[in-house]
């Protein structure tokens, strides 16, 4: 009987022993998803702005989303590296924009839903799968252009407006994703505000249907244009007398050049620009260069 107590007392310690041992589960990912506008931010070395936008038509370089990104995206959605996703420095987020690499020609669709990069020198971060649908090498860069596609994103808008999506998301990739679409509230405002480089106003587009809900995860589909590879530039400031922009030119030299632009209705517009630049490197060093010579605005455009 007494041997019989010991063999259940050393099973009882053995359980204890292998119950401490195990290593704690994992919390579930929550995600709350959440509209994000005006919340300054600070890069490399560099402050940026973002606003909520009904218009975008810009050029630049593209890179690619390293390894080690946190759980979570700015607005509060799950980061996956194989959706069709990215991040952007200004757009409100999330919001759907279409990429075109410029050298290749291989377009697609991307949901943004993170904030970033935070190299000056690119305008977009795209996830690994984004990437490699657009034959971006990671890591690496690519002339890319950046069309805001305004419907998809007013009905994101109008989704999170009114309140917060909950996300309830299982660390189990086999968990399955539950969404609620959020009717927007009364009396929300749709914003007019224009930033693309052209700099030209353009009417807003008509807001989606309430009961057209943008999908999370965007398709992957590809569309092949012609390839249409430009120089790099820089673009700095714009003004209304070309004494200033000559100034803002001189610090660009042997570069800086100014170009005047008509707004209509005889006002004119002067806005300076460096380049072309050789490489990638030659921009980004003229770029860093501009930078800490006071150039805040100045960013790498292709052209």
Not at 148 to 175: F, K, N, R, V, Y
Not at 194 to 219: G, H, I, K, M, N
Request: charged share 20%.
């Amino acid at each position: 009987m007494r041997w019989a107590k010991s063999l259940r007392w050393l099973a009882l310690v053995a359980a204890c022993v292998s119950c401490r041992q195990q290593p704690p589960s994992a919390p579930a990912v929550v995600a709350s998803v959440h509209f994000v506008r005006e919340e300054a931010w600070l890069g490399d070395g560099k402050w940026f702005y973002p606003q909520e936008m009904t218009t975008l038509d810009q050029t630049g370089l593209a890179s690619v989303t390293p390894d080690g990104h946190p759980a979570l995206t700015t607005d509060g959605e799950i980061y996956d590296p194989t959706a069709l996703a990215a991040a952007h420095q200004t757009l409100q987020l999330p919001a759907i924009v279409q990429v075109t690499d410029l050298e290749n020609g291989r377009q697609i669709e991307v949901r943004v839903n993170d904030r970033g990069p935070a190299d000056p020198g690119r305008v977009i971060e795209l996830t690994p799968r984004a990437a490699e649908l657009l034959q971006i090498p990671a890591p690496g860069v690519a002339q890319v252009r950046i069309v805001l596609l305004a419907a998809p994103t007013e009905q994101l808008a109008a989704q999170l407006h009114g309140g917060t999506l909950q996300l309830a998301i299982s660390t189990d990739p086999a968990a399955s994703l539950s969404e609620q679409s959020l009717a927007p509230p009364p009396g929300v405002a749709q914003s007019s505000r224009y930033f693309a480089e052209s700099q030209q106003s353009a009417p807003a587009a008509a807001t989606a249907p309430a009961a057209a809900a943008v999908p999370d995860r965007l398709p992957e589909n590809v569309t092949l244009t012609g390839p249409d590879p430009g120089q790099l530039y820089i673009r700095a400031d714009d003004f209304a007398r070309a004494d200033y922009a000559m100034r803002e030119a001189a610090i660009l030299t042997p570069f800086g050049t100014v170009l005047r632009q008509r707004a209509g209705r005889g006002n004119e517009r002067y806005f300076v620009r460096g380049g072309p630049y050789p490489s990638v490197a030659d921009a980004d060093a003229e770029l860093m260069l501009a930078l800490r010579l006071g150039l805040k605005s100045a960013h790498i455009t292709v052209e």
